[in-house]
Antibody
């Protein structure tokens, strides 16, 4: 069974970088697409970006200058880095498998990240 | 980007009642996807390719629609269906989500 698990700090200071790891078991990240989604307080959900089976990436234009998604295929993990965070980046962050680049069929449990000094 | 508008924002249904949730897109989309999220858990894929039920989804659920108008229907509301339901489009990048419909038990 495909399982994903996010990990990373729950508190980040404004202007710093947010870094999260998604560990995948049961499926190789060298197949398909792997994405990050966040859910803000108030329930709005935003797709942040993905990394493909080949290592290519695609990002939401709203984040393009601040986001980076990378991977370590030897550990079957992929990573999110979001730079210059503000309080508006406070959200629950999910990693998920993106099937056919269309929809998210497996999700991690989510990690709540608060941006605060 | 395509904006998805879900209605209603919140609704309450009695056990056995038929429920219809709507998702309207600002431009035509090829398919719609639906997720169920219960409090404290991650979203679960519920319906894909507009009308196909994800694994384990009861057949009282159905999806339909085309172009800019899509819907999720529950033929007979059950207690376990209380959750927030989100629609999502993926063919027009960036993928976008609706704001969700919170479905409660009356």
């Amino acid at each position: 069974e495909v399982q994903l698990q996010e990990s990373g700090p729950g508190l980040v200071k404004p202007s710093q970088s947010l870094s999260l790891t998604c560990s995948v078991t049961g499926y190789s990240i060298t197949s398909n697409y792997w994405g990050w989604i966040r859910k803000f307080p108030g329930n709005k959900m935003e797709w942040m970006g993905y990394i493909s089976y080949s290592g290519s990436t695609s990002y939401n234009p709203s984040l393009k200058s601040r986001i980076s998604i990378t991977r370590d295929t030897s550990k079957n993990q992929f990573f999110l880095q979001l730079n210059s965070v503000t309080t508006e980046d406070t959200a629950t962050y999910y990693c998920a498998r993106l099937w056919r680049r269309d929809y998210f069929d497996y999700w991690g449990q989510g990690v709540m990240v608060t941006v605060s000094s | 980007e395509i904006v998805l508008t879900q209605s209603p924002t919140t609704m309450a249904a009695s056990p056995g009642e038929k429920v219809t949730l709507t998702c309207r897109a600002s431009s035509s989309v090829s398919y719609m996807y639906w997720y169920q999220q219960k409090s404290g858990t991650s979203p679960k894929l519920w319906i894909y390719d507009t009308s196909k039920l994800a694994s384990g989804v009861p057949n009282r659920f159905s999806g339909s629609g085309s172009g800019t108008s899509y819907s999720l229907t529950i033929s007979s509301m059950e207690t376990e269906d209380t959750a927030t339901y989100y629609c999502q489009q993926g063919r027009s990048y960036p993928p976008t989500f609706g704001a969700g419909t919170k479905l409660e038990l009356k």
